[in-house]
């Protein structure tokens, strides 16, 4: 999070005379405690500073590096995953390509007449398939699919961080989040490498905050 000036003056102003009350920081810059508001609530919220009642204000002590490192061990997949493309496992080769190209994703989610998650489709595999001699429109997706056991998944109150772990591990572009039924698992959710770039991307120049 990038502070404006007045912003770290005020950080100055708690470190040097904490607790502090807003009337006080306020005096001290020569504004108005309405004017300060804005301010006092983003370094609270974004944990520079932290407020007791009748007391005033505090500094936390925590760097900004800290502070980044604990908003991203609190962002929960839940909170960021977006709308699984699922497929059956009959559907052709050359309709899942189709698919893919329409719903703008890299990767595709198979199921079986159960709901179920059976296997996994990216570009590299439809990409594989069609450089053969074979026809695409008889060639049944869960010929050439990455199938279960052998995919990573995440749920929704795994943490975002370790599911980009599990991206880089596996050196994949997203994985599907699942939930547990009668079954198998079902397919609730998607979270891709770009999703959580633009995360972090948010988190650092401060428009999550």
Do not use: W
């Amino acid at each position: 999070m990038e502070l404006s000036k007045r912003q770290e003056q005020i950080i100055e102003i708690v470190k040097s005379n904490g607790p502090i009350t807003g009337e006080h920081i306020a005096s001290q810059l020569n504004l108005t405690r309405a004017t300060l508001r804005p301010d006092l609530a983003i370094l609270t919220m974004a944990g520079f500073l932290d407020a007791r009642p009748r007391v005033g204000y505090y500094y936390t002590g925590k760097t900004g590096n800290e502070l980044l490192t604990e908003n991203i061990r609190r962002l929960k997949v839940q909170d960021y995953q977006s709308v699984p493309i699922v497929i059956k496992e009959h559907t052709s080769v050359y309709d899942a390509i189709s698919t893919m190209f329409l719903e703008d994703v890299g990767t595709l989610f198979v199921v079986n007449d159960e709901a179920c998650l059976i296997g996994v489709l990216s570009r590299k595999d439809l990409l594989r398939a069609s450089m053969g001699q074979q026809d695409l429109t008889v060639v049944p997706v869960h010929i050439i699919m990455t199938r279960m056991p052998n995919i990573t998944v995440c749920r929704r109150d795994d943490m975002v961080i370790d599911a980009a772990r599990k991206m880089i591990d596996k050196q994949i572009d997203g994985l599907p989040v699942v939930k547990a039924v009668e079954g198998g698992l079902e397919v609730v959710g998607r979270i891709t490498k770009t999703t959580i770039t633009n995360v972090f991307v948010e988190l650092v120049t401060g428009d999550h905050v």
